[in-house]
């Protein structure tokens, strides 16, 4: 099997307008996505998200730089020639857009009819999909009649219906309340692994990324300030070169924001300090006592990701100065510590 990537973007920006007007959108992103994988862009509203998987699918093009996707040159083809690459592309969306007048089979199947499936065909995959979905039994009812997660998952049917080899999920579930949210993220991670598909989650949601992604950029103004494996981005103590207020919630330390706050009831060394062996790290919170210092957690916890749990901790640190020196260095060797810059 080939092994070049799926989506590959080289140094590509998109402006819009000009002059006092300009606002660069994508801004110099190179990356790429692999096939089988699901790749999270996590970022704050008007990040450039949108305009980044509008890229993917050729409904932007870039003003520099170039998208590879399926080994095709996106950017650089014409209308006409983008029909079969978006052919296998399927999209869902935040507002699921549903058709009202069709009912839950015929929203399914429209792709296929579009794709010019025979109807016998066309009737076996509906029903294949369905009952993927669990929606079987909700065959002829219509959107008006469905919860909101259930239009979510006649989406994600619809979006698989042609067996596409990308899937894009914009924003697939911020219209929808945490348990449904649930509900959506578990059938996406099965589209994943049961069909293979290749997933791009664009969202503003951390849950997204934490419950489905294999990797994770981060963007912030255009572009991507952090990427990699989600464990290795939420794990790491350490702040991105462009440290930016997304990173910083992303990985559970305090922003300026949160150190102030915590001035206010918590004096001492602020450090803080990485999860990844929780056991270790309780381990030496437990001989505080011992070195002579005390400690406050101020800020921080534990969360979980696809495959693994993480977390950092930030301590408010009590005692003696060289103390409190031994302490920090007995943490270190159970989870990495970093200084909190005030
Ligand atoms: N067609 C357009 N014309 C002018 N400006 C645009 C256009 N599309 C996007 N922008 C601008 O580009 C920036 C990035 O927008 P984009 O929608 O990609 O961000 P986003 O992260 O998806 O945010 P949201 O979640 O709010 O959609 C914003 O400042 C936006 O106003």
Redesign the pocket.
Known sequence: MSTAPLIEFNNVSRT??TGDKK?T?VDDVSLRVDRGEVYGVI??????????IRLINGLERPTAGSVHVLGQEISAMREGQLTKVRSRIGMVFQQFNLFHSRNVAGNVAYPLKVAGWKKPEREARVEELLDFVGLADKATQYPEQLSGGQKQRVGIARALAAKPDILLAD?STSALDPNTTGEVLRLLRRANEELGITIVA?T?EMEVIRSIADRVAV?DQ?RIVESGLVYDVFSSPRESKDASFVGAALKNRPTSEDVRRIRGHATGRLVVVSLQNAGAVSAVLGQAVSHGVSFEIVHGGMNTTKNASYGLLTLALEGEVSAVEAFVAALNSAGEVQEVHE
């Open positions: 819009f307008g606002v959108a970022g704050f509203s008007g990040a450039g998200k949108s305009t980044l924003e664009i503003h963007m255009g």
